[in-house]
């Protein structure tokens, strides 16, 4: 006699995945790398969060062409696009993510005052390759 309660064959896999912590903390910092680039980068084009274009460096800003604000537009399209490539290809993705946030380290430790921000950023670049190792892991694991 069968139970009523039984689960189907895909959904036992599937429910072990989802009480895997690690395949957790894959979700999540996929999520949070997909969600806040995004964001962050589309703000870029309001300055609805902070007047982004005063955490550029002067040298950086002497190197590009046009104004600060201009430069903010590029970096919103670029983060866009990080935020995407973490959404379809976390592999990739992350590290992309990984590079930029190197990047942006590097110009917020050439600007006074903003030595606390390259320390967070420092975080998420951090987290950013931990999700590049869990997405080696997990990533094509989900069950369709």
Do not use: C
Request: glycine residues 6%; positive net charge.
């Amino acid at each position: 006699m069968s139970s009523a309660t039984t689960s189907t064959p895909s959904a036992v896999p599937r429910r072990a995945l989802l009480a895997d912590p690690g395949y957790q903390a894959f979700v999540i910092l996929r999520t949070a790398f997909t969600v806040a680039p995004i964001l962050f980068g589309l703000d870029k084009f309001a300055n609805l969060l902070v007047d982004w274009p005063a955490y550029l460096a002067p040298w950086i800003n002497d190197l590009v062409p046009g104004s600060a604000q201009a430069a903010m537009y590029a970096v919103g399209v670029i983060e866009i696009v990080a935020g995407i490539a973490v959404a379809l290809a976390p592999r990739f993705g992350a590290w992309l993510v990984a590079g930029w946030l190197a990047g942006i380290i590097v110009n917020l430790l050439t600007i006074p005052d903003y030595y606390d921000v390259a320390l967070r950023d420092f975080g998420l670049l951090l987290a950013a390759v931990a999700l590049a190792r869990l997405a080696e892991r997990y990533h094509g694991k989900r069950q369709r």
